[in-house]
T-cell receptor, first 118, second 114 residues
Framework: SAVISQKPSRDICQRGTSLTIQCQVDSQVTMMFWYRQQPGQSLTLIATANQGSEATYESGFVIDKFPISRPNLTFSTLTVSNMSPEDSSIYLC???????????????FGPGTRLTVL | AQSVTQLDSHVSVSEGTPVLLRCNYSSSYSPSLFWYVQHPNKGLQLLLKYTSAATLVKGINGFEAEFKKSETSFHLTKPSAHMSDAAEYFCVVSDNTGGFKTIFGAGTRLFVKA
């Protein structure tokens, strides 16, 4: 299994500012994923980040709002730009179990970053 | 296209009684199926996963789930609820059709009464 850490664990931010969330994995992985969990909601995939290429965004999410970096195989950042109260959510980083059986697709999740925008 | 439906937004049981959390899925191909648990202010933890080796899957903390292809279901059960089981539970489906895709269900909040 992979151990994932995220920084910060939580933050309170002002409207119009930006916050960068860091995700660190204890092993090299090809694919890293960023999810959003709005209050009382399920998880929604924001984007998939592969090292050495542009992130792939899901419908409803754009690079200008959620720029992602993936400088190496163990690290990624997600920036929430020009924040509004609607961006208040938990943001989770995830990686796939690349040592698992083919087709298993198990994912490991970081502890999440709880963001509150005032 | 994949989808997953958790039929109950919340379930309330008494401690010591059985737990049933329902999940139905749709997938074009043989999917991978998972149940995750999220305790308040904690990260997501994998409870169990369907690997196609056995239709009855046993997980941690006494939970198990049965894959029923004919019913496209993957319900989560536990014979006897414990207070510590109170949490949010997510049914998850993923497959590799058209690229890696994981879809989370809406979640079921389990309440356990003393």
């Amino acid at each position: 299994s992979a151990v994932i850490s995220q920084k910060p664990s939580r933050d309170i931010c002002q409207r119009g500012t930006s916050l960068t969330i860091q995700c660190q994995v204890d092993s090299q992985v090809t694919m890293m994923f960023w999810y959003r969990q709005q209050p009382g909601q399920s998880l929604t995939l924001i984007a998939t980040a592969n090292q050495g290429s542009e992130a792939t965004y899901e419908s409803g999410f754009v690079i200008d709002k959620f720029p992602i970096s993936r400088p190496n195989l163990t690290f990624s950042t997600l920036t929430v730009s020009n924040m509004s109260p609607e961006d208040s959510s938990i943001y989770l980083c995830s990686v796939e179990d690349e040592l698992g059986l083919a087709g298993l697709n198990e994912q490991f999740f970081g502890p999440g970053t709880r963001l509150t925008v005032l | 296209a994949q989808s997953v439906t958790q039929l109950d937004s919340h379930v309330s049981v008494s401690e010591g009684t059985p737990v049933l959390l329902r999940c139905n899925y749709s997938s074009s191909y043989s999917p991978s199926l998972f149940w995750y648990v999220q305790h308040p202010n904690k990260g997501l933890q994998l409870l169990l996963k369907y690997t196609s080796a056995a239709t009855l899957v046993k997980g941690i903390n006494g939970f198990e789930a049965e894959f029923k292809k004919s019913e496209t279901s993957f319900h989560l059960t536990k014979p006897s609820a414990h207070m510590s089981d109170a949490a949010e539970y997510f049914c998850v489906v993923s497959d590799n059709t058209g690229g890696f895709k994981t879809i989370f269900g809406a979640g079921t909040r389990l309440f356990v009464k003393a």
